[in-house]
């Protein structure tokens, strides 16, 4: 297996290459993007060697804009049916459009400054959902997001979060994960 669980979504060399310069107007998205990867592939590596299961792995393309433009994709990472984990997914996707006007209605009433008619925009992020056999270990989902409309009057914005669903609750875990 290589770097990251299968070929970045954006090329290998435009990603290096905005990655090491700081002025680049790509510089946080290719590190995300190059980050997300490295993730999916440490997490993916230990669960499957709780497991003792490879993953699925499927790359995958969003269709182009109308204009010809990338839509971008993901990389959706499987591992189901095993003696720990009924059904483990690590996920990311790397995408790229054009805001629909009611996302701009809904972005400028939670206080979002957006121009024009037309808004393009970029979208990154890993998400996981671990199930695993043994109900008195909680369900865990999590999921971590860079959001960007590029341009003149860029904007940009991290966002995510982590639960666990617990089959059977227990007090001092869910202490201990809301404390740390």
């Avoid at 510089?27 to 497991?51: F, R, V």
């Avoid at 984990?85 to 690590?90: H, I, N, Q, S």
């Avoid at 024009?116 to 695993?132: E, K, L, R």
Wanted: aromatic share 10%; with cysteine; charged share 20%.
């Amino acid at each position: 297996m290589g770097e990251y669980m299968a070929e970045p979504i954006t090329c290998s060399s435009d990603l290096k290459e905005h990655s090491s310069n700081p002025d680049s107007d790509r510089y946080i998205p290719s590190c995300m993007e190059m980050y997300i990867m490295s993730l999916q592939k440490s997490l993916c590596e230990e669960l499957a060697a709780i497991e003792g299961k490879q993953f699925t792995v499927d790359r995958w393309i969003r269709p182009a804009e109308p204009d010809g433009s990338p839509g971008g994709g993901g990389i959706t990472c499987i591992v189901q049916d095993g003696q720990v984990f009924e059904k483990a997914g690590v996920n990311i996707s790397v995408v790229h459009g054009t805001l629909s006007k009611q996302a701009i209605q809904q972005m400028k009433s939670r206080g979002k400054e957006l121009y024009g008619d037309t808004v393009p925009f970029t979208a990154m992020g890993i998400s996981s959902v671990i199930h695993p056999i043994n109900p008195f270990v909680p369900t865990i989902h999590f999921n971590y997001r860079y959001f960007e409309i590029p341009g003149e009057n860029k904007t940009w914005w991290f966002g995510g979060g982590t639960d666990l669903t617990p089959t059977y609750l227990n007090r001092d875990d869910a202490k201990h994960f809301h404390s740390t």
